[in-house]
C-alpha cells in the first residue's frame, strides 16, 4: 500500500522544506532500494544481519551520520566508500525517505 | 529457480565500489601477498564455505543458483574484487553482504581457499546417509483432526518460500497466508532457504517443504509444524508427489541421483543413480531436473538435465523406469496437460520446449520457445475452445517473448514480446490475465506484465518493486500474489481484475509462491475437471 502512503509524505515533506529544495521522496526510496536496503534492508534488516535499522530514524541523526562518513569523519571501510559519491540532495532524499518510513 | 548472473549495477554502487577497491589496493597489494598464508591460519575456510555459501554456490564448489566457485572459474579474478563483493554483496542478485559477518581474515581465507580448490568430484549421499538423516519433531498420532485456525477450505493457503537474506538462518522460512484475508497464519522455520513447497494430493494436511539443501520437511497443515525431514542430497530443487499421496521423489544436483520416499515417513525407498547418453551421444552423469507426479497414472517423470533423458518410473515393485532419450539439451522445467497425460518439458540449450506422451512413453514433437525457456511451473488455459499452454524464457536476447502453443494440435500460436526475461507464468481459470515476471537484471526487474488471455496481448504493466517474481493466483481466482524479492522484503497482493494492489504481507527475501488450490488443478489456469479421478 505504498503508494497511498506516500502521497501525503510527498505533501509533508513539501510543506515542512517549505521555500527550500525538496527532497525527493521517489528518488530516496529509489536509491534507498537499489543501495542501501542491500545492507540495512527497507523497514528492517535481515534477520542475523550486523546492519543498524534505518527506517523511522531520526532525521538530523541521519543526515549527520551520512555527512560525516561522507567526509570520513566517521571511520567505516565501506560507509566511507558509499556515501563518498553521495551530493548533498541525495543524502536529502535518501533521509526524508527512511526517516517517514515506518519500521 | 534459474542460475544468477553476475551483474552490478551501474549506478552510484560502482564508484562506491571502486572507491572501495582504490582504498583497498593499496592494502592489498602490500599485504595480500606476503601475508596470506600467516593470517589465514586456524581459519577453516573449508568450513566456512559450507556454511556460508554452499547452499547457492554449490558444496562441490559447481555452482547451484548461483556462479560455480573454484579455481577455474575465479582463474584471473582480482582477489581484492572477489573480497569486495563477499564484503558489499553483489546487487540485483541473491548475493547477499558478508562485511560484519564475516571477519576481513575469513574473508581473506575463503578468497584464498575458493581460488585454489577445483571443482571437487561429486561427494556422495547414499540411501544409509538419506536415513541417517531422518528426523521426527513431534507424535502424529496425538495431532488434533481439524485445523487449528479458521479458513474455510485448506485449498485458500499460500505457501510463499521466503528465502531469508542469507539463504540461512532466521529468516529463512516457508510462511503459509490465508489468501482470503491476506493474513499469516504460520509458518516453518527450514534452517536453509525454502525452495519448493508441495501439497499431498490426497490428504490435504500435509504439505512438503524442499529446501537449498535437500532437506525435505513434511509439515502439517493443521498445526503448522514440521513433523518430520529428511536430507535427500546436497543440493537440487526437484520434488513430486505421487497422485495417490503415497511417494514422494526428489532429485539432486549433488549427487547425482533421485530417491523414491514414502510420503508418510519420509524414509527412502529406492535411490536412482542419473546417467545416460546425451543427446550428442556422450555418456554423461546428470544433475537432476524436475520431478512430477501425475493425475494420469501411478508414476514419476524425472527429467536427467545433461543427459537430455525423461525417466518415467512406474510406482509398483522395484519402481521399474522407462527412458525417454533424446528428449533435448538441458532439460529444466515442465508442466502437464490433458489431465495430466502429456508433459511439457524445457530444454534451455535447444531453446525448445519437447512434448511427451506420457502414456505411449514417447516424444510427440518438439516446439519453439524463446531463448532459454524456463517454465516455471508452466501455465495453460482454455479459451475459445483451445488449450493454450504458457511458456517463459529466462535468456538474454533481442527478441524477449512468452511463447503461446496450442497444447491440442501442438503448434506455437504466438510469441509474444515481453519487457525481458521471464521466470515463471501464473494464470487462474477466474483470472482474465496471464501474469509473468520479468526478470531482466536492471529496472525493468520490478515489473510484472499481465497478457491477456483472450487477445494474446500485454495488456498492463505492474510495477511491483524489488525484484518481483513469482506470481501465483489464490486458489478462488479472485487474487493475484507476487514476490518482492530479493530488494523487496514483501509479498503484494493484487485484484486479479482490477489489478489494484490490496496487500503488502512482509517477509525477508520470498521466492516462489504455491498455493494449495494446485493440487485442485494440475497445471495452474486450468479447471479442476482436467484432473482424473
Same mark, same amino acid.
Given at each position: 500500500m505504498k503508494a497511498t502512503i506516500f502521497f501525503p509524505l510527498v505533501l509533508v515533506a513539501l510543506s515542512v522544506s517549505g521555500s527550500l529544495q525538496a527532497a525527493n521522496l521517489f528518488a530516496g526510496q529509489d536509491r534507498a532500494a537499489n543501495v542501501?536496503?542491500?545492507?540495512?534492508?527497507?523497514?528492517k534488516p535481515a534477520a542475523g544481519a550486523p546492519f543498524p535499522s534505518l527506517a523511522g530514524r531520526d532525521a538530523a541523526y541521519l543526515k549527520e551520520a551520512l555527512k560525516q562518513y561522507r567526509s570520513k569523519k566517521r571511520v567505516s571501510e565501506i560507509m566511507n566508500a558509499i556515501a563518498g559519491s553521495l551530493r548533498d540532495n541525495d543524502i536529502d532524499d535518501l533521509v526524508a525517505y527512511y526517516s517517514k518510513l515506518k519500521p | 529457480m534459474k542460475i544468477i548472473k553476475k551483474t552490478i549495477n551501474q549506478t552510484i554502487l560502482s564508484s562506491a565500489i571502486s572507491l572501495l577497491l582504490t582504498a583497498s589496493n593499496l592494502y592489498a597489494a602490500d599485504h595480500e601477498a606476503k601475508d596470506t598464508q600467516k593470517a589465514h591460519e586456524g581459519v577453516n575456510a573449508h568450513k566456512l564455505f559450507e556454511e556460508n555459501c554452499a547452499s547457492c554456490h554449490g558444496s562441490d564448489h559447481g555452482g547451484f543458483i548461483a556462479p560455480a566457485l573454484n579455481a577455474a572459474t575465479l582463474k584471473g579474478r582480482s582477489p581484492t574484487a572477489l573480497r569486495t563483493i563477499i564484503m558489499t554483496g553483489s546487487f540485483d542478485t541473491l548475493m547477499p553482504p558478508f562485511y560484519g559477518k564475516l571477519s576481513d581474515t575469513e574473508i581473506r581465507a575463503l578468497v584464498q581457499h575458493l581460488q585454489t580448490t577445483p571443482k571437487l568430484p561429486n561427494p556422495a549421499w547414499t540411501i544409509n546417509d538419506m536415513k541417517a538423516s531422518l528426523k521426527i519433531y513431534?507424535?502424529? !498420532?496425538?495431532?488434533? &483432526?481439524? =485445523? &487449528?485456525y479458521q479458513l474455510g477450505s485448506l485449498d485458500d493457503l499460500i505457501g510463499v518460500a521466503a528465502r531469508g537474506k542469507y539463504g540461512r538462518g532466521e529468516g529463512s522460512k516457508a510462511v503459509f497466508i490465508n !489468501? /482470503?484475508?491476506?493474513? /499469516?497464519i504460520g509458518e516453518i522455520k527450514t534452517g536453509t532457504a525454502a525452495h519448493i513447497i508441495d501439497y499431498n494430493p490426497v490428504n490435504q494436511r500435509w504439505a512438503y517443504i524442499k529446501t537449498d539443501t535437500a532437506e525435505i520437511f513434511k509439515v502439517d497443515l493443521y498445526t503448522m509444524q514440521a513433523v518430520r525431514s529428511i536430507k535427500t542430497?546436497?543440493?537440487? =530443487?526437484g520434488l513430486g508427489v505421487s497422485r495417490d499421496g503415497k511417494y514422494i521423489m526428489a532429485g539432486s544436483f549433488v549427487p547425482h541421483n533421485a530417491v523414491i520416499l514414502d510420503a508418510n515417513t519420509l524414509e527412502p525407498l529406492k535411490t536412482f543413480e542419473l546417467e545416460g547418453v546425451d543427446p550428442d551421444g556422450k555418456m554423461v552423469s546428470s544433475d537432476s531436473g524436475m520431478i512430477i507426479g501425475t493425475p494420469f497414472a501411478d508414476i514419476f517423470a524425472i527429467a536427467l538435465e545433461n543427459a537430455g533423458q525423461v525417466w518415467v518410473v512406474d510406482l509398483k515393485g522395484d519402481f521399474p523406469v522407462t527412458k525417454i532419450t533424446d528428449v533435448g539439451r538441458h532439460l529444466h522445467d515442465a508442466f502437464l496437460t490433458h489431465k495430466g497425460r502429456k508433459l511439457m518439458i524445457a530444454a534451455y540449450d535447444d531453446s525448445k520446449v519437447t512434448a511427451i506422451d506420457l502414456q505411449e512413453r514417447k516424444i510427440i514433437k518438439k516446439l519453439d520457445a524463446g531463448c532459454v525457456p524456463h517454465l516455471g511451473g508452466g501455465a495453460a488455459v482454455k479459451v475459445d475452445g483451445r488449450t493454450l499452454g504458457f511458456g517463459t524464457n529466462f535468456g538474454s536476447c533481442d527478441k524477449t517473448v512468452v511463447s503461446v502453443w496450442d497444447l491440442d494440435k501442438m503448434e506455437v500460436v504466438k510469441q509474444i514480446p515481453v519487457l525481458g526475461g521471464t521466470e515463471s507464468p501464473a494464470a487462474h481459470a477466474n483470472a482474465p490475465y496471464v501474469a509473468v515476471d520479468i526478470i531482466s537484471k536492471d529496472r525493468r526487474a520490478r515489473a510484472v506484465q499481465l497478457i491477456d488471455k483472450k487477445t494474446l496481448e500485454v495488456v498492463k504493466t505492474l510495477d511491483v518493486g524489488g525484484h518481483a517474481y513469482f506470481p501465483e493466483y489464490s486458489a478462488d481466482g479472485k487474487f493475484l500474489y507476487i514476490s518482492a524479492g530479493y530488494s523487496g522484503d514483501e509479498v503484494v497482493v493484487y485484484d486479479s481484475v482490477s489489478l489494484k494492489k490490496v496487500a503488502s504481507i512482509p517477509m525477508e527475501s520470498p521466492a516462489g509462491i504455491f498455493s494449495h488450490g494446485r493440487v485442485k488443478y494440475m497445471t495452474r489456469g486450468l479447471l479442476p475437471d482436467e484432473m482424473v479421478k
Open positions: 542501501c536496503a542491500q545492507c540495512h534492508g527497507i523497514h | 513431534a507424535d502424529e !498420532s496425538k495431532l488434533p &483432526t481439524k =485445523p &487449528t !489468501s /482470503k484475508t491476506h493474513q /499469516k542430497g546436497y543440493n537440487g =530443487p
